[in-house]
């Protein structure tokens, strides 16, 4: 069972030199864990590394294809007024 | 080596008596600074009023990882606590940032020192950010370095940060108190976790602290930038400038919190507001009774190159760096050449502008009370005014009054439109502009084109395009001699906010 990065990822890098397994790839479009090397940091850390420093919700699924920073869990912003903020500049 | 030299020449000189643009004012903040400091930074554009038109400063971004979260920042893009939301640099390795350091340095003999600021945390990102300040060290010499940091990793990075001999920081503090922190950081990494709200804040400000005395007690000079968030921190600020600079930081810098839903940070979508140009020139203000003030920043982009609020970065792009062939030894020379006539060039200004003030206060006298005058300057560089308004992508803005000319502050004209063609409605851009210079009753550039000149001019703004290539303060203190002798000053200032035709 694995960590993932998927295409929400903004390469930020700061994931990668905090992953215990090297699992962490510098790649494009968007960063990726190699399934085969993340251990889920068990019996390194108790929180998964990448998941606990990552900035973008939804850029990191768990092993169960649950986003680890659901949105609103990181930048405090309410899902609903983030999507209330993107019509009124869509409107514009 | 040379250099050296010159800073113990210039130094003294500079001290004899009334020899500084500061007399009587705050204009020229170096000669409150101890000695020792002073010498540190007269040639450091960032910190030194009247050298950033002399000298230039760039910074690399090298180390891209960050280890909190800013209210006010979107990681897609630059740390927004050093440079312009919305702003994404040519990440490079040090190796990369090293050719690029030489090449620019070799080419444009003003730039004297490197700055490392993001995007993300240099110190979070220590080996990268070591490893380029190791190399230059060793191959250059003669460029300073520098670092800007959000502090929480300070403590454990300072040791190895002077062993590179760097002698510049600049932390950004934008509270000492972990209930305001809250509404600033949402979170921070910590020991291998994720911390929120007020227990991360307080964990963060307690490294930041700590951080900063460990510095000032290894004498490095730390310089404090907060960022001025309305509601939030903005009466806080007062304490955090007093704090800093009890624990030994030379410079407060505050930065008007630049926010925009388009940016996608929390505070612009959440619509949080920055601070007017009033309100953020009023906090200056009240922090400088406590400490020097740094007004001249102009929060420039992580990876700028050149004059400060001129970015040459096109000109060296990774590609064109890499084809360049350089020879840094002739090239050391032909800097420490212009960087000597530099420094010669600042220390006559300084003399000179200093007999401006007695002509000035002359006429002060002559008359009544006089009321001070708030005017906007278009220059490029080398403390002369020689840029065309419809160039001017900002404006240094000064306070005259009977007693001395003093620098107030940067107006940036947004840079989101660059007019004309782009957005095929340039009369917009020159309201923008106009509104820009809020607040201000003369505008002093080297030329000005017809309808720019009428909108100023219905807009309570005198244009002057006659004190082309002229210093800076000379001319703004002439304009206002013509100003007080008219009559102009006696009168209320004019409501600037009038509504500009469409
Ligand atoms: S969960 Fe741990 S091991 Fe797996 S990729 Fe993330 S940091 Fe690496
Ligand atoms: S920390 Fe998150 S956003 Fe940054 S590179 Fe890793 S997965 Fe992508
Ligand atoms: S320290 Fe800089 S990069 Fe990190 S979150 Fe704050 S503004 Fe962004």
Known sequence: MAYAIVESCVNCWACEPVCPSNAIADARPHFVIDANKCTECDGDYADPQCASICPIEGAILDPFGVQANPPGSLTGIPPERMAEAMAEMQAR | ?502
């Not at chain 2, 310089?223 to 704090?243: A, Q, T, W, Y």
């Not at chain 2, 212009?338 to 502008?353: D, I, K, M, V, W």
């Not at chain 2, 909108?455 to 002057?464: F, M, T, Y």
């Open chain 2, 1 to 502: 080596m040379e250099l050296t030299v010159i800073g113990q020449d210039a130094g003294p000189a500079a001290e004899g008596g009334c020899s500084s643009s500061g007399c009587g004012g705050t204009s020229d903040q170096l000669s409150h600074l101890p000695e020792s400091i002073r010498q540190k930074v007269q040639d450091h554009p960032c910190y030194s009023e009247d050298a950033h038109h002399h000298f230039a400063r760039m910074h690399v971004a090298v180390a891209p990882a960050c280890n909190i979260q800013c209210h006010y920042c979107n990681r897609k893009y630059d740390c927004a606590n050093e440079s312009r939301p919305g702003v994404v640099s040519e990440l490079l390795t040090p190796d990369q940032a090293v050719k690029k350091v030489m090449a620019v340095a070799a080419n444009i003999p003003q730039m004297t020192v490197l700055g490392i600021a993001g995007p993300g945390d240099p110190l979070a990102n220590p080996e990268r950010t070591f490893e380029t300040f190791r190399q230059l060290t060793e191959k250059a010499p003669d460029i300073k370095l520098c670092v800007s940091t959000n502090g929480l990793s300070l403590p454990q990075q300072v040791d190895e940060l002077c062993k590179h001999n760097i002698d510049h920081v600049t932390i950004t503090i934008n509270c000492v108190d972990p209930e305001i922190g809250a509404k600033i950081y949402p979170w921070i990494f910590w020991n291998n976790r994720r911390i929120k709200g007020k227990k991360g804040a307080k964990i963060l400000i307690d490294q930041q602290q700590k951080g900063l005395e460990m510095l000032t007690e290894r004498g490095i000079l730390v310089k404090v930038n907060s960022v001025m968030i309305p509601g939030v921190n903005d009466e806080h600020l007062e304490e955090v400038s007093r704090i800093v600079k009890q624990k030994g930081a030379f410079l407060h810098n505050v930065m008007p919190l630049i926010a925009e839903a388009e940016h996608g940070t929390f505070y612009g979508v959440m619509g949080q507001r920055g601070p007017t140009h009033d309100e953020l020139q009023a906090l200056q203000d009240k922090c400088a009774g406590d400490m020097n003030m740094m007004r001249h920043c102009r929060q420039c982009r992580a990876d700028a190159v050149g004059m400060l609020g001129e970015d040459r970065g096109d000109e060296f792009t990774m590609d064109k760096v890499e084809n360049m062939h350089i020879d840094y030894e002739a090239a050391m020379e032909e800097r420490a050449e212009y960087q000597a006539a530099a420094l010669a060039t600042l220390e006559a200004q300084r003399q000179n502008s200093g007999e401006s003030f007695v002509a000035l206060s002359s006429i002060g006298k002559a008359r009544r009370e006089t009321r001070p005058v708030l005017m906007a300057v278009a220059t490029t560089g080398g403390g002369v005014i020689n840029q065309h308004f419809g160039h001017a992508k900002e404006f240094l803005v000064y306070e005259a009054s009977a007693t001395d000319v003093r620098f107030i502050g940067h107006r940036k004209v947004d840079l989101y439109c660059e007019g004309g063609d782009t957005c095929g409605d340039g009369e917009s851009v020159l309201q923008k502009t106009i509104r820009t210079l809020d607040g201000c009753e003369a505008v002093l550039c080297s030329k000005i084109g017809y309808e720019p000149w009428e909108q100023l001019e219905q807009a309570g703004i005198a244009p002057n395009g006659e004190h082309a290539m002229e210093p800076i303060e000379e001319a703004v203190a002439a304009v206002y001699a013509e100003m007080v002798s008219s009559g102009l000053t006696d009168q209320a200032p004019h409501s600037a906010t009038v509504q500009i035709s469409a």
